[in-house]
Every structure is written in structure tokens, then in C-alpha cells.
């Protein structure tokens, strides 16, 4: 019985420390847009107000009303995350609006 408290705390361990690894690894997000109620704001970092426009033109387009765009910084580049909500069509005519109006 001891032996399994034992092992179970061990594992408890090593599942913290990889969490915390993974979380200290993770790029930072530089740009985060929430859609409510059909309306796309800026919660954390800049942007352009021609993606702004852009990005919230297409998702009324779609008829999105709710979700999130996150932006990570790998490198000299900043790489999207989206919520499930978000479509892969509208995901990629974001990308590439985002490559115009950056």
C-alpha cells in the first residue's frame, strides 16, 4: 500500500514538473481579439485598425459571433491559435489578412 501512495505522489511530481515545463516553453501571446456578441475587440497587445476592419468584416461575413484569435511570437514572425468556434476557412483569410495589414 505504501509502495502505491508512493508511486502515485511520484507520478504527481513528474506530471507538475512537465506541466510547468510546457507552460515556461509556451511562446508568449503578443495579440489576443475575443469575439462577443458578433464584435471583434482587442484584449491584449496592438494592432492595425485596417486588420481590425478586415478581420471583423469577415467574420460578420461568416456570421461569427463568438470566439478567439490568439498571436504567439516565434521568432521575428507571430503565428495565430484559434478557438474552436472559428472555422479553417476563416482561420486562413485571417492569416492572410493579417500578412497585409500587419
Known sequence: MADLINMAVAIGIGALVIGG???AARPP???LLALEQGRLRVVRGKSTTAFLEA???ICTEFGLIQGEI???RRG???T???SPSIPPEVQQRLRNVWQLHR
Open 21 to 23: 515545463l510546457w507552460y
Open 29 to 31: 501571446c503578443v495579440l
Open 55 to 57: 478581420a471583423q468584416s
Open 70 to 72: 490568439r498571436g504567439y
Open 76 to 78: 521575428s514572425r507571430v
Open 80 to 82: 495565430f491559435a484559434f
